[in-house]
């Protein structure tokens, strides 16, 4: 089992944002969260991630209990993909990857050659090991997003977590990361990742969960849990949900505009 | 095949590192060599060596005892002040420029140089001889980081944000302190030497100086050189680095603390040296790369190469000596307008 939460409960200050949140990960799954915005997403996140430790229940990631590792042993668990974003400075690709290793070993760490060959391996392994030598600042919003992907891998943690990975991506590139983030998934690694597209919920992923005002709505197969119904109470948006394909692909679309 | 490409790419790399530091070395030595040699009473090359030479092999002295004198106690605690303070407040600006995630950051970000002047002008005030001037400066150029410090970790919100607010808040309040001791000083002895000090001078550098601010200098130094990897990823946001198995809140206050005590034992000797700490990370940026692990050798080095040719230019230029914190200034102002409109150019 990749995540365990129970009964998580966080709130900031007096305002309650996560309410009694319980649901297990299988390994190797690929978890969609879906939810409008402010409605506890990232908190989630950064409370599995350990950024945030004044919450209440249990988190258990590859079967330890996060609240009792230290910050350098979480990283080892478990590797963020936060949103792509332009860096003050300007580093080579490589060296953006080469930061997965962290603090290291000791007060005098600095990467050593065997860092770097796993930076090289990741990116090759994205499918973007000719932009090793890169600066970061001066390639696209996708292969930005892939390199932030690649850091992950090279972190060799087994579990990843992406804050809306695509949303600022254009649909090409937003294809690009999640087929890419998919393909990992089947190659044994969970991924946990949250989305503002039902559609996308659809095609890359195991599992949806649905979360709405701090609450779990649905949790199970994206067919199972996103229903038409649900998708209106979440976003107060109308929409049905068709089918494609002999059912192997659904969409949703806002009912309003079939009338017209 | 990729592999391979890859390979002679890293080496290329590695090589134009060691070249462009290697050559920075060569220029530190030439400049301090050239340093020894001019001044108002120029001793010539051979002299220099062989004053040098003397320390550590039996040489007949061909010098006059005046030649050895000024070049003991007046040429190289200048030579060797200007360098480690050239150095310092160079490596102590990169780090700040990591640790705050702002290139504009300079070492006096959080007030130590503020504090520093206070306590320079309330040691003037009570009539302390230059010792005293530099205890009393250096002391409180810590506490008032160390105030910074706690009024940041009293607050609430975003850490790189409170510490830059307090340390603004502070900075300004001991400036108002430094103009409060300028009101009640004696004009005619007094409001000089605090407006002197203020502008920042080598002049006058000791043996004893060297020797006061060696030891912090050496130790905020290799803290911060050893750190250099971990900055580079704390420059990528406190929230990435976590996850990425670094003690942010740990690692900032470290970085802050040596670079505080380098910062505030260059000041407390010289005084006020402005722009070194925010421009020569900047050149050295240009230079080298982004990358801590070569960018921090590299403006550790630049630093002390820049402030030599400064105070060599100082020591040239006029016989009534320019203070070094007025040219560095001149110098750095014009600099930084140009980076500014640089950067506009590129968007």
């Known amino acids: 089992m990749s995540v365990k939460i129970e009964n998580l409960s966080f709130a900031y200050g007096t305002h309650q944002v996560l309410k009694n949140i319980s649901l297990e990960v299988g390994d190797g799954t690929l978890v969609n969260v879906l939810g409008p915005n402010g409605t506890g997403k990232s908190t989630l996140f950064r409370c599995i991630l350990g950024l945030y430790t004044s919450y209440h229940g249990s988190i258990i990631v590859n079967g330890k209990d996060i609240s009792k590792l230290n910050i350098r042993e979480r990283a080892r668990e478990m590797a963020f993909i936060p949103q792509s974003h332009k860096p003050v400075y300007d580093y080579d690709v490589v060296d953006v990857v080469l930061m997965s290793s962290g603090a290291g070993s000791g007060a005098f760490f600095s990467p050593k050659k065997a860092h770097v060959d796993r930076a090289l391996d990741a990116l090759e392994r994205v499918g973007i090991g000719h932009l090793a030598h890169r600066p970061y600042t001066r390639i696209s919003g996708g292969e930005q997003q892939l390199v932030l992907i690649a850091r992950a891998l090279a972190q060799n943690a087994n579990t990843i977590i992406m804050d809306e990975p695509t949303s600022a991506l254009d649909y090409g590139n937003t294809v690009r990361v999640l087929s890419c983030v998919r393909q990992l998934s089947t190659e044994g690694l969970t991924v946990i990742q949250s989305t503002h597209q039902p559609d996308q919920a659809f095609l890359y992923a195991d599992k949806t969960l649905v979360l709405f005002e701090g609450e779990v709505l649905a949790y199970g197969s994206p067919k199972d849990a996103i229903t038409a119904e649900l998708i209106s109470k979440i976003y107060g948006v109308e929409v049905e949900v068709n089918s494609l394909h002999d059912d192997r692909v659904r969409v949703c679309v806002p009912k309003i505009e079939i009338g017209r | ?347």
Request: aromatic share 8%; glycine share 8%.
């Open chain 2, 1 to 347: 095949m990729s592999n391979s490409t890859t390979d002679r790419k890293q080496n290329y790399r590695d090589r134009k590192t060691a070249i462009i530091l290697i050559g920075l070395g060569i220029c530190l030595v030439i400049l301090a060599i050239f340093s020894f040699l001019v001044g108002r009473f120029p001793i010539s090359p051979d002299k220099v060596v062989g004053i040098l030479a003397s320390g550590i092999v039996p040489v007949d002295q061909f010098w006059t005892d005046q030649e050895a004198i000024i070049f003991f106690n007046v040429r190289l605690p200048r030579v060797l002040l200007a360098m480690l303070v050239g150095c310092s407040l160079s490596a102590a600006g990169a780090a700040y420029q990591g640790t705050f995630q702002n290139p504009l950051v300079s070492p006096d970000i959080l007030g130590a140089s503020q504090g520093a002047a206070f306590g320079a002008a309330v040691a003037i005030l009570l009539g302390f001889a230059s010792f005293g001037i530099s205890v009393m400066a250096f002391s409180f150029a810590i506490v008032t980081v160390l105030l910074v410090i706690a009024v940041a970790q009293a607050a609430r919100g975003n850490q790189v944000l409170t510490v830059v607010l307090a340390g603004v808040m502070i900075s300004s309040l001991f400036s108002a302190g430094v103009s409060f001791t300028k009101l009640i000083a004696d004009p005619s002895d007094q409001l000089p030497a605090i407006t002197y000090w203020l502008m920042g001078s080598l002049t006058g550098a000791k043996p004893s100086d060297v020797t006061m601010v060696l030891p912090f200098m050496v130790v905020g130094l290799v803290t911060l050189f050893v750190l250099k990897w971990r900055i580079n990823i704390l420059t990528m946001g406190d929230e990435e680095a976590a996850t990425m198995g670094v003690n942010t809140k740990a690692l900032r206050l470290i970085i802050i603390i040596a670079a505080t005590i380098v910062t505030a034992a260059s000041v407390s000797v010289t005084g006020m040296i402005g722009w070194v700490g925010l421009v020569i990370p900047h050149l050295s940026r240009m230079l080298i790369g982004s990358d801590y692990r070569k960018l921090m050798p590299a403006s550790m080095l630049m630093g002390a190469c820049f402030l030599l040719l400064v105070d060599d230019v100082s020591r040239l230029a006029t016989t009534a000596e320019i203070p070094i914190g007025i040219l560095t200034a001149f110098i750095g102002a014009p600099f930084f307008l140009y980076l500014i409109t640089r950067e506009g150019k590129k968007r």
